[in-house]
């Protein structure tokens, strides 16, 4: 039986973490590193471990110690443009917590990681205290974000449905909300964890 812990990222977690992270935009976005969509996956200790209101998650294999998933979280409310202004409106920075980064490796998915780790960040966006909302936004191209995503919040946008629209859509999810908290509050097995491919764009 496999196990996984969650911990917050060090700076010792910054070179696997970006691994993961542009393995994902490579192979399963499709789109490759864009400067201006994922110039934090370059600076992850900028971007992540040292503003105090953000945060870095690792999940480890407690087999061998590697870093398999990773998921992020910062005060940056989604810009205008490229998004629809009542967007930006409605979730501005400094009141939003907006997720980021929610990607697990393709060996390590299906155990219910991104489930804990969205879980862990809820959780940190409530200790918080001055987030009002929480944001995402992500491709539903990708196999199993859409209905992921819709599990833990709703839909507050989708572009698809819109003249000219991307293929994104935004969700809202509810702070510290309690879906798909294991038991155990820190480690993941194997046969319990029912999970998904999670990448969340931008």
């Known amino acids: 039986m496999r196990n996984y812990s969650i911990r917050t990222a060090t700076a010792d977690d910054a070179g696997p973490a970006r691994a993961i992270?542009?393995?994902?935009?490579?192979?399963?976005?499709?789109?490759?590193?864009?400067p201006r969509w994922h110039g934090d996956i370059v600076d992850l200790e900028g971007a992540y471990l040292l503003p105090a209101r953000h945060t870095l998650l690792v999940a480890v294999d407690d087999t061998d110690g590697s870093v398999v998933a990773t998921a992020a979280l910062d005060s940056r409310g989604p810009a205008h443009p490229p998004n629809p202004r009542w967007i930006a409106d409605r979730f501005p920075s400094g009141e939003t917590a907006q997720l980021r980064r929610v990607y697990v490796r393709a060996t390590h998915r299906r155990h219910g990681i991104a489930r804990r780790l969205v879980a862990e960040l809820l959780?940190?966006?409530?200790?918080?205290?001055?987030?009002?909302?929480?944001?995402?936004?992500?491709?539903?191209?990708?196999?199993?974000?859409?209905?992921?995503?819709?599990s833990l919040g709703k839909a507050?946008?989708?572009?698809?449905?819109?003249?000219?629209?991307?293929?994104?859509?935004?969700?809202?999810?509810?702070?510290?909300?309690?879906?798909?908290?294991?038991?155990?509050?820190?480690?993941?097995?194997?046969?319990?964890?029912?999970?998904?491919?999670?990448?969340?764009?931008?």
Not at 21 to 34: K, N
Not at 129 to 134: F, L, P, Q
């Open 21 to 34: 992270m542009l393995d994902t935009v490579y192979h399963d976005f499709g789109t490759g590193y864009v």
């Open 156 to 202: 507050v946008l989708d572009e698809r449905a819109e003249p000219g629209g991307s293929r994104v859509v935004h969700f809202e999810v509810a702070m510290g909300a309690e879906s798909g908290r294991p038991q155990d509050s820190r480690r993941l097995a194997d046969r319990d964890r029912p999970g998904l491919q999670v990448p969340v764009h931008g």
């Open 123 to 150: 959780d940190f966006a409530a200790a918080d205290g001055g987030y009002r909302s929480v944001y995402l936004h992500t491709d539903p191209a990708v196999p199993g974000a859409e209905g992921f995503w819709q």
